[in-house]
């Protein structure tokens, strides 16, 4: 406990975007979060006081972060589970553990996992050492043939360590790199879905509304909730499939489940994400509690929020860097207030860099077109600088 508030210290390692927003979240709370960076200028460290500076593959880093903590969690899934294990053995509440974070960290082990618990997901295999290429070619023979999706098993995102093949020579540099891979069937998709829930050591359960995520290049650049036209059962399928992932992998804190809907709508699970994610950053002004309280609430096992909307129609944009020069930062959120009042802002303090992940914007209302225009325009205009800001909208009252 933190003798100045006699309510608990949280730790998180990796001081990025999501810790500097649970950082916020903690605020309300009256929580003290305590932040595990690299940096200084990370963007959580620019804004928690209580920074330790350190690499989360440092044993005693971790050790001396976690002294005084009530739980440790964590902004990333790129802790070594030999080091959380280590925590563990020391007398630290780590949430999610090790055991379950395996699944979030090794797309072959999550594939394996879920398929032994009758989940629905692609078909897929794991690719060998030697002899890949045939292993390959005998892959996508069975599932009618190329293209395939090749994923590295570890330390991809954003669109890395991801390969769609349409030959076994198309995947000649990849195999021979060798990478730890896995082989899947590309799914004929209709689009991606993300069922957003949270899981308390207690075994409460949240779900959040089921949203749709917009990828451009491996990189989501947009999320609609709810989900436009998907259908109740659907989204209670999703739902019901990601509380019973949480539950079957005793994941405590937020998961993302992101999902696959096919042309024939059919839902399979693509990717595992144990901590807030991108596709629930639309939770801060668009649900009554933020997946970063729910996150927090989870960790520290007190009773969890209520996941509802607070707009008919929410869309989260993400802001991307754009080219060197131009209008400043500044001056950009100076005219885009100004233009649409209501659009809420969020900017994670890192350097501008083309295509890097800067921020976000979200947009509420009543009118699904309206409503993605405003969040793109805003997102766009962060972006560049120039251009129209659609003036045309009447802003919605949040």
Same mark, same amino acid.
């Given at each position: 406990?933190?003798?100045?508030?006699?309510?608990?210290?949280?730790?998180?390692?990796?001081?990025?975007?999501?810790?500097?927003?649970?950082?916020?979240?903690?605020?309300?709370?009256?929580?003290?979060?305590?932040?595990?960076?690299?940096?200084?200028?990370?963007?959580?460290?620019?804004?928690?006081?209580?920074?330790?500076?350190?690499?989360?593959?440092?044993?005693?880093?971790?050790?001396?972060?976690?002294?005084?903590?009530?739980?440790?969690?964590?902004?990333?899934?790129?802790?070594?589970?030999?080091?959380?294990?280590?925590?563990?053995?020391?007398?630290?509440?780590?949430?999610?553990?090790?055991?379950?974070?395996?699944?979030?960290?090794?797309?072959?082990?999550?594939?394996?996992?879920?398929?032994?618990?009758?989940?629905?997901?692609?078909?897929?295999? &794991? /690719?060998?050492? !030697?002899? $890949?290429?045939?292993?390959?070619?005998?892959?996508?023979?069975? %599932?009618?043939?190329? @293209? +395939? =999706?090749?994923?590295?098993?570890?330390?991809?995102?954003?669109?890395?360590?991801?390969?769609?093949?349409?030959?076994?020579?198309?995947?000649?540099?990849?195999?021979?790199?060798?990478?730890?891979?896995?082989?899947?069937?590309?799914? &004929? /998709?209709?689009? !991606?879905? $993300?069922?957003?829930?949270?899981?308390?050591?207690?075994?409460? %359960?949240?779900?959040? @509304? +089921? =949203?749709?995520?917009?990828?451009?290049s491996g990189i989501c650049v947009e999320v609609i909730a709810p989900a436009p036209g998907l259908d109740a059962d659907t989204a209670v399928t999703a739902q019901?499939?990601?509380?019973?992932?949480?539950?079957?992998?005793?994941?405590?804190?937020?998961? $993302?489940?992101?999902?696959?809907?096919?042309?024939?709508?059919?839902?399979?699970?693509?990717?595992?994400?144990?901590?807030?994610?991108?596709?629930?950053?639309?939770?801060?002004?668009?649900?009554?509690?933020?997946?970063?309280?729910?996150?927090?609430?989870?960790?520290?096992?007190?009773?969890?929020?209520?996941?509802?909307?607070?707009?008919?129609?929410?869309?989260?944009?993400?802001?991307?860097?754009?080219?060197?020069?131009?209008?400043?930062?500044?001056?950009?959120?100076?005219?885009?207030?100004?233009?649409?009042?209501?659009?809420?802002?969020?900017?994670?303090?890192?350097?501008?860099?083309?295509?890097?992940?800067?921020?976000?914007?979200?947009?509420?209302?009543?009118?699904?077109?309206?409503?993605?225009?405003?969040?793109?325009?805003?997102?766009?205009?962060?972006?560049?600088?120039?251009?129209?800001?659609?003036?045309?909208?009447?802003?919605?009252?949040?």
């Open positions: 406990m933190d003798p100045r508030t006699d309510l608990p210290v949280v730790g998180m390692v990796g001081g990025g975007q999501l810790a500097r927003m649970t950082h916020q979240a903690a605020i309300a709370l009256g929580q003290s979060l305590r932040v595990l960076a690299v940096n200084p200028d990370d963007g959580a460290a620019l804004v928690a006081a209580d920074t330790h500076l350190g690499s989360h593959t440092d044993l005693e880093a971790l050790r001396r972060f976690a002294k005084g903590c009530d739980v440790v969690t964590f902004d990333h899934e790129l802790v070594p589970g030999d080091l959380i294990r280590a925590l563990a053995a020391d007398g630290v509440a780590v949430r999610p553990g090790a055991e379950a974070l395996r699944f979030a960290q090794d797309k072959g082990a999550m594939r394996e996992r879920l398929s032994a618990l009758g989940a629905p997901v692609p078909r897929w295999r &794991r /690719l060998p050492g !030697e002899a $890949a290429d045939a292993a390959l070619a005998e892959f996508a023979a069975e %599932v009618g043939g190329f @293209p +395939v =999706v090749g994923k590295a098993t570890t330390g991809g995102y954003d669109g890395r360590g991801v390969w769609v093949w349409d030959s076994v020579a198309d995947a000649t540099s990849v195999l021979d790199a060798g990478v730890d891979l896995i082989v899947e069937e590309r799914v &004929r /998709l209709k689009r !991606e879905l $993300a069922a957003v829930v949270a899981r308390s050591p207690w075994g409460q %359960v949240a779900a959040y @509304p +089921v =949203v749709e995520t917009v990828q451009e019901q499939l990601a509380i019973r992932i949480a539950t079957e992998l005793d994941v405590v804190g937020v998961l $993302a489940v992101e999902l696959f809907e096919t042309v024939d709508g059919a839902l399979f699970v693509n990717e595992l994400a144990m901590r807030p994610h991108n596709s629930g950053h639309w939770t801060i002004e668009g649900a009554r509690t933020s997946q970063f309280e729910q996150h927090l609430r989870a960790v520290l096992d007190y009773p969890l929020g209520d996941t509802s909307l607070t707009a008919p129609v929410v869309v989260m944009a993400n802001v991307l860097g754009g080219a060197a020069g131009g209008m400043g930062i500044d001056e950009r959120v100076h005219h885009l207030f100004a233009a649409d009042p209501a659009v809420k802002i969020h900017l994670y303090g890192k350097q501008v860099r083309p295509g890097r992940k800067i921020g976000h914007v979200t947009a509420l209302g009543d009118d699904l077109a309206t409503v993605r225009a405003r969040a793109a325009a805003a997102a766009r205009w962060l972006r560049d600088g120039e251009g129209e800001i659609d003036p045309h909208h009447q802003p919605a009252r949040a």
